[in-house]
């Protein structure tokens, strides 16, 4: 079975600084799709960025990065200038290519100190 | 790009009553939808897949007699908690749509 693992329950970041949340997967799979998803207090859930597992280029969406390593099943989320509004929780999550259900991390809460 | 509503945003209902929270595709078909809760400062926990025009795939552990999926159309689907409880207190969500799916609101429901 599919897991994934955030073991990174709360991070703190100084504005205007990088931070980096970690996530590990477990999976037989060599073909998925990885996500991270922001949750701010509202608790709407907003995808931040994707990487497919058969393209070897990190996923980049303006402020945010991935380092997806496949042979070490981590997919780590950068945030470059840290924002106030960049606050949230964080998820990571899993999803087999043929489509189906997300699996999802335990989460990480963002704090961003001004 | 593909929006997802959920209503109601916030419900109480008293115990015993029957609750459904509705989750529409707006700008694009849905063949599977999916249902999640969620606790305070806890993951997404997935209940049920809902698969339109027939019987939902739940998860283990998940009572398919008190949470009621139907899928009726490729723009809804709606879950119906029967004789909820407090315990049945929770944040509801849904999701849907292709690539990273698009995920409702959510649902605050509060069972007194």
């Known amino acids: 079975a599919q897991t994934v693992t955030q073991s990174q329950p709360e991070m703190s970041v100084q504005e205007a600084e990088t931070v980096t949340l970690s996530c590990t997967y477990d999976?037989?799979?060599?073909?998925?799709?990885l996500f991270w998803y922001k949750q701010p207090p509202s608790r709407q859930m907003i995808l931040v960025i994707r990487?497919?597992?058969?393209?070897?280029q990190n996923a980049t969406e303006n402020r945010f990065s991935v380092n997806f390593q496949k042979a070490a099943k981590s997919f780590s989320l950068k945030i470059s200038d840290s924002q106030l509004g960049d606050a949230a929780m964080y998820f990571c999550?899993?999803?087999?290519?043929?489509?189906?259900?997300?699996?999802f991390g335990q989460g990480t809460e963002l704090s961003v100190k001004p | 790009g593909a929006v997802v509503s959920q209503h109601p945003s916030r419900v109480i209902c008293k115990s015993g009553t029957s609750v459904k929270i509705e989750c529409r595709s707006l700008d694009f078909q849905a063949t599977t939808m999916f249902w999640y809760r969620q606790f305070p400062k806890q993951s997404l926990m997935l209940m049920a897949t809902?698969?339109?025009?027939?019987?939902?795939?739940?998860e283990q552990g998940v009572e398919k007699d008190k949470f009621l999926i139907n899928h009726a159309s490729l723009t809804l689907s709606t879950l119906t908690v029967t004789s909820a409880h407090p315990e049945d207190s929770s944040f509801y969500i849904c999701?849907?749509?292709?690539?990273?799916?698009?995920f409702g609101s959510g649902t605050r429901l509060t069972v007194v």
């Open positions: 999976t037989s799979e060599s073909d998925y799709y």
């Open positions: 990487q497919e597992a058969y393209k070897q």
């Open positions: 999701s849907a749509g292709q690539g990273g799916y698009t």
């Open positions: 999550a899993y999803r087999k290519n043929q489509g189906g259900k997300l699996i």
């Open positions: 809902s698969n339109e025009g027939s019987k939902a795939t739940y």
